[in-house]
């Protein structure tokens, strides 16, 4: 426990110390402020601009699109994964697809995308199902394959109707396999969205970035950085915290 | 008997093969009929169907147009890989010997792999300027830390008593490294090369689709600005099946050191 703290206070000086140092490079011109900004000057730039409300309507587009596709990730990849596990012959043909498939930057196919169903929220959620979808399918897999099989037996005994198996016995087994599936379907479907607003797009927090840099306007741009990579770390942290305790509450039985 | 049992057994293992054979080139068909239900549905204006890229691909590497582009990808992929291997090896040795800084580190890191990098795109433009230095500082930045982690996570599984034995032996670090580290860790360096390998070539493909004048995401991007779908549409097959093609070869590869270690 207190290697822990130790690790952690060390691990929160190393932080604080690379944002000091960024401080004072900028304050005393080691570092170009028209690159970068001096930290406090991003936070305080980041509090105007999400405090002057004219950044609401991106974030409710940028969050509720991420959403979407992230809630659609998680039902198609979980079905698709339930499916082919039920047959030994599709899991042979899907498995080298789903190995290979995480190789290919799915990113390219947004400008099809956009081609294909216009400008706005679609391409978008499609793009953020097509990156995040295969994880929970790899998941949802492995997950259904470490139900071990004296749980269904036992269910067999019980006389369980297959929802009841289901919802007692086959979720409860393969959650943790299923989290870190759900997780980088989180991270991609983050990633994917605003990758894509940035690139191109009209809407949204990753195009407010792009358009800042077009014009110039670094405090902006930095402030909407940071604000855009504060949430990314506090979604991902949280289901990290969460997965963590899980697992803890697993191992204590 | 036991030949017999042998025979049996190789020709159910030749009609499983058969089987698995057929199944994959249904699904490959099946693919292709799909984008050419795309094709057609659009009318093309979206993506051009499976025949029209291919005959289009084949006039397109005629040209020395695409090779200039796809040599700019390829020259600033490579540097881009090179550099976040080298870099994530050393720094996932070094984070994996000396535990207590991997403790601190990993977090961090992990952190860093789960941010929307192109939020930082910017930055890298603002501080490399528009070009190649840019392209490959983003290429690494997508690359080193999937790299640095597959290796740390190997170090740190490994059995206590070879870095014990590095030990008595009087092994200098670098040579600790070198003779028993990495050989040791070589089936996971090969999974974080795999996954380094697609990761950077995401990154500087990225970095050409935002403001850049060179190389292929500049030409998928450019494609679909001047509504030249099969150009657009060719330069994506030509993405999709050399990273499938990379990454079956690196699986290949991966299987291979695995077995030697055993």
């Keep these: 426990m207190t290697r822990r703290r130790a690790v952690l206070l060390v691990r929160i000086a190393v932080l604080a110390g690379l944002t000091a140092t960024l401080e004072i490079c900028c304050r005393t011109g080691l570092i170009d402020p028209l ?31 991420i959403a979407l596709a992230f809630v659609l990730a998680i039902g198609c990849g979980t079905l698709a994964g339930a499916l082919v596990h039920r047959s030994s012959r599709l899991r042979d043909v899907v498995d080298p697809l789903l190995a290979s498939y995480y190789s290919v930057p799915t990113f390219i196919f947004y400008p099809l995308l956009v081609a294909l169903l216009g400008l706005g929220k679609a391409p978008l959620v499609v793009l953020g199902v097509l990156s995040g979808a295969p994880a929970v399918m790899i998941s949802t897999l492995s997950g259904l394959d470490s139900v071990s099989p004296v749980l269904l037996k036992l269910a067999r005994v019980h006389r369980l109707s297959p929802a009841r198996t289901l919802w007692w016995i086959v979720l409860p087994a393969a959650l943790p396999r299923l989290f870190s599936g759900f997780k980088l379907a989180l991270s991609y479907a983050l990633i994917g969205v605003i990758a894509g607003e ?21 405090r902006a741009m930095y402030g909407l950085m940071l604000f855009v990579l504060l949430i990314a770390v506090t979604a991902n942290g949280i289901l990290y915290v969460w997965e963590g305790r899980l697992a803890r509450r697993r191992s204590t039985g | 008997m036991s030949d017999f049992a042998f025979e049996d057994a190789s020709s159910r293992r030749t009609s499983r093969g058969r089987i698995r054979t ?22 093309g204006v979206a993506v051009s169907p499976p025949l029209q890229t291919l005959l289009y691909l084949f006039d397109l590497v005629r040209t020395g147009m695409f090779w200039q582009h796809a040599a700019a990808t390829l020259a600033a992929f490579l540097l881009a890989f090179v550099l976040s291997a080298l870099i994530g090896l050393a720094l996932g040795l070094i984070f994996g010997v000396r535990r207590f800084a991997g403790e601190v580190a ?63 032996m009087r092994l200098s670090p670098a040579r600790t490294m070198l003779w028993v580290l990495v050989p040791a860790c070589l089936p996971e ?25 060179r190389g292929l995401g500049f030409l998928l991007v450019n494609g679909m600005a001047q509504h030249n779908v099969p150009l657009s549409t060719a330069v994506v097959t030509v993405i999709v099946v050399v990273s499938i093609a990379a990454n079956s070869m690196m699986l290949r590869l991966r299987g291979r050191t695995a077995h030697r270690s055993n």
């Design chain 2, 22 to 43: 057929f199944d994959a080139a249904v699904l490959v068909l099946l693919m292709l009929a799909i984008w050419q239900a795309i094709g057609s549905w659009t009318h």
């Design chain 1, 198 to 218: 940035f690139i191109l797009s009209g809407t949204g927090l990753g195009f407010a970035i792009s358009f800042a840099y077009q014009s110039f306007d670094n």
């Design chain 2, 189 to 213: 360096i090969v999974n974080g090369l795999r996954i380094s390998f697609s990761l950077t070539f995401l990154g500087v493909l990225i970095g050409e689709m935002f403001s850049s004048q």
């Design chain 2, 106 to 168: 990993e977090p961090i890191l992990a952190g860093f792999y789960t941010i929307p990098k192109v939020t930082l795109y910017p930055v890298v433009l603002l501080i490399f300027g528009l070009g190649m230095s840019a392209k490959v500082a983003f290429g690494v930045m997508h690359g080193l830390v999937p790299m640095t982690l597959f290796t740390l996570g190997a170090v740190r599984t490994l059995p206590p008593v070879l870095i014990r034995t590095a030990r008595v």
């Design chain 1, 35 to 65: 690159i970068v900004i001096p930290p406090s000057e991003m936070v305080a730039s980041m509090i105007d601009r999400v405090g002057s409300g004219e950044l609401d309507e991106s974030i409710v587009n940028t969050f509720s699109t």
